[in-house]
Each structure stands twice: as C-alpha cells, then as structure tokens.
C-alpha cells in the first residue's frame, strides 16, 4: 500500500458517517455581527457562505469564524440576497431575491454573470429564494411565481415546476410558497413549502412527487419552515417558527418520487432569552452541511449570527428535558398591529392569529400594558382564516376590521362587539367574519388584469367604506369600493417617480388627499398627491428599509425603519426628523422594528419586532413604555439593572 | 357487506326515491338573516328542534338574494358549525345538496360540547365570500 493510499485511508475514516455512531448538533461556536444572515452554503473547503439579506452581500468566513472574503455587485448591488449556492466546482449562485435574478461568481470570488429578470415566463422570477446547484444543474425556488426552476450553469432555463396545481385537487396547498431547494443525487429535488409548511418531491421531467409534513408543533410537522439542507441519507430543516433543527432519515434517497422520511432527531431548543445562544436557537432560517459532514452552519437572522454545530457522540443530542418543547410553540409580537378607539389588535405570527387588546386603564393614574381581551381567526382557509396574516385596518366606529392574508392572497373583513363605556373583560366570541376578497379568483379586480394575482400586504380602509389595498406583487396600491369592485391602481414596479420595489405598507393622510407608501426596496416612500395622482420621493437620504407607516398628532408622518432600527417623523415640508431608536435591546433600542400606529390619545406603539415587545412613545417620541415578554421588556422599562453582558452569548 | 344489510340499504333507497319531493318553500318558523354584509337572505331550520347536544341532524337552508328576492341557485357554499369562545369546530364535515329553489339540505351536523355555537354559512359569488350566521345555544 503506497503511502498516498495510506492517507486517503486515514482521512476516509474521519468522514463522518450517518451510521448512527455520531450526529450533527453539539454547539461549537457562533459567528456573530452579521447583518439579517438568512441563507448559509457550505462549500468546498467547508468555507462558509453567508448571505446577509439586510447588507445585500455574501460574506465568506472559514469553519472558526475568520472572514475570507465577500461577494457583492455594484450595479445594481445585491437587494435582499435570499439564497446562496456553491456549486462542486465552486460557482457561487445567489439568489438575489429584490433584484429578481440569480447572480454568478466564479470561485474567485469574480462576477461572472447573471440571469432571470422580474417576470412569470420562463427563465424569469418574482423574488427568488432558496438555491442549490450541482455538477451540471441550478434549481431556484421561485416563490413569487409559485413553481421551482431548473437551469444549467450558464442561465439557460431546463424546467419549471410549478407547485400550486394540486390546488383544485387538495386545496390545503393551493398558497404554495416554496422558500428553500435541494438538488439529490439521483438529480431530481426537493422544494421546501412554507405555505404548507411540508416539503415536495420533484421528479426531472416536472413531476411534482409527494408531500411530507404538514403545519404543527409536534416532531415531524413543521411551522414556517424555511431553509434545510441535505447529507449522506439525511435531511435538515429549518423549522423557523418552532425554533429548532429536524433531522429526517431517508430510506431511499436516490429515488426521490418514492421517497420515505422518518424522523430522526431534533436539534435545538427555543432561545427564551434575549439573545441566547449557545446552541439555542431563535428564528433558524437556514441550515447548511459541510460536503464532509463534519459540521452544520444554521443562520438566525433576527440575532445576527450563525452558530456552528459540530458531530458528537449518539446517535441523537440528549433532550434537555427542562428546555423541550412538546406543545405550542412560543408566541411573539408579529410584525404588523392596528389600533383606533379604546383598541389596540396585533398579529401572532406562529398561530395565525389576531390578538385583541384593550388600551384602556383600569387605574387611570397608572400605566398598564395592553390587556389580551380576544383572539380571532387562526391558521386555515375558510373566511375568517389565514395562512400569513399581514397588514390591517381597524376602525373602531364602524367596529369593522380589515385584515391582508399575503398568503392566501385575500383580503378578509371582520365585524366585532366592543362597548367603551363596560367594564374590561374578555370576549372570545367578539370577532365575527362578514366577507373576503380572493384574489385568485377571476374578477377580483374588474376588467383590469395583472401579471401576479393581488398579493394583499397592507390596507386601509376609506371614508366611503371603500379601501385601498397594497399589492406586493404587482408593486402597486388597488382601489374598491365599498361593494369592493375594482376601481383602479396606482404605481407600478420599478426605481424610478412613481415605481415601487416590494412595497410594505401604506398611510392616507386623515383628509384623503394624499397616499404615502413605505418602499423599502428602494429605501424611501413614495407620496401621492391623490388630486392628480403625482409622486413624490420622500426619505432617501435618511431610510434604508422603511416599514411601518403612521400620521402622528402633529400631522408628520412616521416611520420606522426596520433596518437602521430606528423611526422617523417627515413633516408636511418633507424634512426628516430622527425620533427614536438604535440597534439594541435597552431603553431606547429597536431591533428591526415593523408596524406603528397612534392611539387616540396620541401615543405611538411600534413592533419592535426583533425583540418580541412592543414600545410606546409619547407624541414626542419620548419612551413611556414598553410591554411583552418580560425578558424583552425588563432592558427597557428598568435600565438600570440591565447589563449587556447577561445577554451576552 | 352481507346479505342481509345490502337488502335493507337497497330497499331504504327505494323508499327515498320513493318518497315525494317536500315544499322547496321555507316553513314559517324557519330563522331568516340578512348575510354580514347584506348580500344575501337566508332562512334555516334544522331537522330537530332545539338542536341536540351529541347527536346528528341535519338542517335546510333556503337562499335568497334579499328578503323577498329571487332565490340563489347553484350557489357555492360552504356551511360549518363553530364555538368561537372555545376556538374549534364539529369534528365532522357537512354534505350539502342542493334541492333547488334555493333550498339546500345539509346533513351531518354533530355538536358534540354544550354550550354556543354559531352556525356560519359562507357563500362564494365571483372573487368575493360572504357570511350569514345563526346562533345556536345546545344544551
């Protein structure tokens, strides 16, 4: 036996191998300082690539955390980078989701080349997300357009799947958001769904196989699964919403449209601090395998890292049984809240659900957080239910709620009871549904057709018991009557006067002549005159990922920033002002903050939504409170006993 | 299935195409709403009154599209039985079938808690769903 036979033995025999003996999960250590890290690659070398969506580049770091390199675009730069891929010869792929195209280096690091485009044909996209490539192939989960896409190294398109089509067969499916890919040896794949929340298996020839999974909190059911990877005989999802790892077994790999799963192991308790780590996991939005196996990369964008896991002993980690988590998972604050009247309504995330609130005192003299008096609606698809809740409206005198399922492409509105005059108490029978608006459906918007089906993501309701309504997809705002007949739109997809890029909410000024929507893909808002229907640019200089949009008292128009955390107030003159807000988790921190709202009696409650609270500030932009889970509000309302190094990793 | 119990399904079949088609009108103590949105007028009555607690029945909903309007044919409904207050549903679905007219027979209901339900009728025209809705109190 020569000697390089030798060492080719010896290094075999450190591979590790699925058989049992060992498994992946054991902390090792954390990468920390990345900004929004929501897909991780491992490529040869086990050099790890991460992509920061909210610094729209792909930074290199070697398996201890030292950084190499990074990859980044100037014209245009990366937008919202959602998916990295690093090929066997080592051609990095990054789905370069706000710029609809997928973006070639070489393994220098080099630009190389480019493809796909905003679109539904062939070869096009409508934000990709997820990426994977192999010897000869890409696959790209186009989630806009619903299907998974095939191309060669060069671009050039092989196929498509789309993975809604099932809907008329198996509606439960019909909201397919496919968020993660995975190319397998036998060269079909896998598309990961988060819509509903199982994962697919295709077939070369677009065959799309079975399902496994659907939504839960129980092992083998996931929530909001968004990124896994595969190794060897084994799949690892991202279950997002459930804070953790799911390793699955499959039995016959290499035949993909048979494949069987079964339930390996779960790695990885939910993070109860703030901003535990150490193997805790919060939000795991990907996870990548080294080609070896010999580590795990899982990328947690809310916290700003990726922790590190290597192989230990057993065949499964040891469940804490303390730290287990056997039922519901735990519920944070979502992004998006309405409040008008005595009420305040903010959506749950995991559960699909609207949480009610009571602003009133019971003590006026003292501040009490908000009081949970309902729940309504809940993860489904009938009226009244919804897949991904997003923006609402709430107008407390008509005692009517608008709510955006982005999902289900639906707008639902509810009817509730509510007297400001009785006592505070709870009422779960308070919500009932009256009526949606599908917008699969044909003739949901007249005789005016649009590439995309209306991706319903904020609404506001109008004097005249119409509303207006934000389509992501089509980047523009549609308007109905109170019968909800189509009435026209406004604005189209674009950078320039009068384009939107992935627009997130929108405010009508109290007198109705004027429209300002957050555009955060082009780091402003946009203004509207509604007279003539002229644009304004507002808040280039100062906003980088606008979000969340409010009239204070004042008449100034305010915004947070979910980006640079902080908000703003612009005037009637269009002149920013700074208000609160710094990245961090004491008084005064925000950590990517979404919706904001006033009360009426002139307070602000923003979603501080990376720290699972929400704050009120006075008119000023003052702090007066904060409240949620008590870990996450302590730092705030008593800064004194707050130590940065407790929440220290 | 054996012998015995085919006989008895055919004959019980017969006896249904048998049997002559009912009034597709509503009977005067039938509960009537205007839908939430006021897009539609139904009227309900189940086939046991009060409706039981732990035992089938089934109900018919006559649909209109206002209070003496025209009846709504070849509607897509969808009929469901809920507690809100305990956040659940029946554990079993209804089959409805239409009886024209805009009479619709629904069969399989089964609250199986005590206490208030709310019977949700949810009817599809175009791009739009709306619903009407009954109390029901099972004791």
Redesign the interface.
């Known amino acids: 036996m020569s000697l390089m036979t030798l060492l080719l033995a010896l290094l075999l025999s450190q591979v590790p191998t699925e058989d049992g003996s060992t498994h992946l999960g054991a902390w090792k250590h954390s990468i920390h300082g990345l900004v929004q890290p929501g897909a991780v690659a491992i490529g040869p070398g086990g050099r790890i690539h991460v992509a920061e969506v909210g610094a729209g580049r792909v930074s290199i770091f070697d398996v201890d955390g030292n950084a190499l390199g990074v990859l980044e675009t100037v014209d245009p730069p990366l937008r919202a980078p959602e998916g990295i891929a690093v090929s066997p010869d080592g051609l990095r792929f990054v789905s370069d989701s706000g710029n609809h195209r997928v973006v070639i280096f070489d393994a220098d690091g080099q630009f190389k080349g480019e493809f796909g485009g905003r679109g539904w044909r062939a070869g096009q996209f409508l934000r990709p997300m997820g990426i994977d490539a192999g010897e000869h192939r890409v696959l790209v989960a186009d989630s806009g357009n619903q299907r998974v896409q095939s191309f060669d190294h060069a671009g050039k398109p092989l196929s498509s799947q789309p993975l809604h089509t099932l809907s008329s067969e198996q509606p439960e499916y019909r909201d397919t958001w496919p968020t993660d890919v995975a190319l397998n040896p036998s060269g079909d794949g896998w598309a990961l769904d988060s819509g509903s929340c199982g994962l697919i298996v295709l077939g070369q020839e677009g065959l799309v196989g079975p399902r496994h999974g659907e939504f839960g909190f129980f092992p083998g059911t996931f929530a909001s699964p968004r990124g896994f990877a595969h190794h060897a005989s084994r799949l690892y999802i991202a279950d997002t919403e459930n804070h953790r790892i799911q390793v699955f077994e499959s039995r016959d790999f290499g035949h993909s449209l048979t494949t069987t799963l079964k339930p390996a192991y779960i790695w990885g308790v939910h993070a109860n601090r703030p901003r535990e780590g150490r193997g805790k996991l919060h939000y795991p939005r990907d996870v990548a395998v080294a080609p070896d196996g010999s580590f795990a990369a899982v990328a947690e964008p809310l916290d700003g890292r990726v922790q590190i896991f290597v192989r230990a002993a057993g065949s499964a980690p040891q469940v804490d049984a303390q730290r287990a988590t056997t039922g519901q998972a735990a519920v944070h604050f979502g992004m998006e809240l309405a409040t008008d009247g005595p009420l305040l309504v903010i959506v749950e995330p995991e559960t699909a659900q609207l949480l009610i609130h009571d602003l009133r005192r019971p003590e006026p003299e003292r501040r009490n957080p908000p009081l949970l008096i309902s729940k309504a609606g809940g993860r489904g698809l009938s009226l009244g239910h919804y897949r991904r809740p997003a923006g609402m409206d709430l107008d407390y005198d008509a005692r009517r709620i608008l709510v955006c399922d982005r999902g289900s492409r639906r707008v639902h509105e509810l009817r509730f009871r509510h007297d400001p005059d009785g006592e505070i108490a709870q009422d779960f029978e308070m919500v009932s549904a009256v009526r949606m608006i599908d917008f699969r459906r044909p003739g949901a918007t007249g005789e005016t057709s649009f590439p995309w089906p209306v991706e319903p993501i904020a609404v506001q309701r109008t004097a005249d018991g119409g509303m207006l309504v934000l389509d992501a997809a089509n980047a523009c705002v549609h308007r109905f009557d109170s019968r909800w007949a189509h009435q026209g739109s406004l604005g189209e997809y674009g950078s320039g006067l009068g384009q939107l890029n992935a627009p997130v909410d929108l405010e009508l000024s109290v007198d109705e002549t004027h429209l300002f929507v957050s555009d955060p893909g082009n780091g402003r808002l946009l203004r509207w005159s509604l007279a003539d229907e002229a644009p304004t640019v507002v808040g280039e200089e100062q906003l980088r990922g606008p979000h969340g949009l409010a009239f204070g008292p004042d008449g100034r128009i305010w915004v947070s920033d979910a980006v640079t955390h902080q908000v703003w107030a612009f005037d009637s003159e269009l002149n920013g002002q700074w208000v609160f807000g710094e990245e961090g988790l004491a008084r005064g921190g925000l950590l990517a903050p979404r919706g904001l709202a006033f009360t009426d009696t002139g307070e602000c409650i923003i979603m501080d939504h990376g720290n699972h609270r929400g704050i009120v500030l006075d008119s000023q932009g003052n702090f007066l409170d904060a409240f949620g889970p008590r870990s996450y509000t302590r730092p705030a309302l008593r800064p004194e006993r707050y130590r940065e190094e407790d929440y220290d990793e | 299935m054996s012998r015995s119990a085919r006989w008895l399904a055919t004959t019980l079949t017969l006896l249904l195409c048998a049997c002559p088609k009912s009034d597709s009108s509503p009977p005067s103590d039938a509960r009537a709403t205007l839908s939430?949105?006021g897009?539609f007028y139904v009227r309900w009555k189940p086939s046991i009154e009060p409706p039981p607690l732990n035992k089938a029945f089934d109900g018919t909903l006559w649909l209109s599209t206002r209070v003496e309007g025209e009846p709504i044919e070849l509607a897509q409904l969808?009929v469901?039985c809920r507690m809100?207050?305990?956040?659940h549903g029946m554990l079993q679905e209804v089959d409805i079938i239409e009886e024209g007219a805009g009479r619709y027979s629904v069969r399989g209901f089964l609250c199986h808690m005590a206490g208030?339900w709310?019977l949700?009728v949810?009817l599809?025209q175009?791009?739009?769903?709306?619903?009407a809705?009954f109390d029901i109190l099972i004791e």
């Open positions: 939430q949105a897009g969808d469901d809100p207050a305990h956040r208030n709310v949700q949810d599809t175009g791009a739009i769903t709306e619903r809705q």
